[in-house]
């Protein structure tokens, strides 16, 4: 069955430092999202990104946040300056359609 | 922001008992999806009910969508370890492409 697939799985990172999550949605599929889960709390929309471009993001979606489809394949979640609070589970997701999104697995980050 | 709410916050049944979690909101909802969700992994997709008044059935998964399309409900009949996991309800607001999720019930299946 088609994943979309993360990486890295895990990733430490100093506060003050850039850090890019990457993804791999699957291939026919055309609307791409970034959600973020800190422990214990629900899962939060950061950004969806359809045709090229941001189609919708939340107010967490700050600057300090950019979402890249660098080549056709690979959609990637760059935060620029990392902060404590933005230690969490980071899901990408994809989709055919307007229904039916398919999760990755996340990658766990941890700011010190 | 459109707040999803459900219940029970945790549920612990004994197998081949049922159960039933809802998820309900005071916002309209154009569809509502169910996860569920394994620690340490990302939300696995069960079903999308879209139509006020819907009813899908996933073998012993049966999924309601309200009437007036603000709440709905997962029922399990004789429920088995294996259902074991944190259930998720999301809905999708009008014509946004975002999910709001709700904050999942924990459900736990005894053998």
């Known amino acids: 069955e088609p994943e979309v697939t993360q990486t890295p799985s895990h990733q430490v990172t100093q506060m003050g430092q850039e850090v890019i999550l990457r993804c791999v949605p699957i291939s026919n599929h055309l609307y791409f999202y970034w959600y973020r889960q800190i422990l214990g709390q629900k899962v939060e929309f950061l950004v969806s990104f359809y045709n090229n471009e941001i189609s919708e993001k939340s107010e967490i979606f700050d600057d300090q946040f950019s979402v890249e489809r660098p080549d056709g394949s690979n959609f990637t979640l760059k935060i620029r300056s990392t902060k404590l609070e933005d230690s969490a589970m980071y899901f990408c997701a994809s989709s055919a359609s307007y229904y039916g999104y398919t999760f990755g697995s996340g990658t766990r980050l941890t700011v010190v | 922001t459109q707040l999803l709410e459900q219940s029970p916050q945790f549920l612990s049944i004994q197998e081949g008992e049922n159960l039933t979690v809802y998820c309900n909101s005071s916002s309209v909802f154009s569809s509502l999806q169910w996860y569920r969700q394994e620690p340490g992994e990302g939300p696995v997709l069960l079903v999308t009910?879209?139509?006020?008044?819907e009813v899908k059935k996933l073998k012993r998964l049966t999924f309601q969508f309200g009437d007036a399309r603000k709440d709905s409900s997962l029922h399990i009949t004789a429920a088995q370890p294996g259902d074991t996991g944190l259930y998720l309800c999301a809905g999708r607001p009008g014509n946004d492409y975002k999910l709001s999720f709700g904050a999942g019930t924990t459900v736990t299946v005894r053998a």
């Open positions: 009910v879209v139509t006020g008044g």
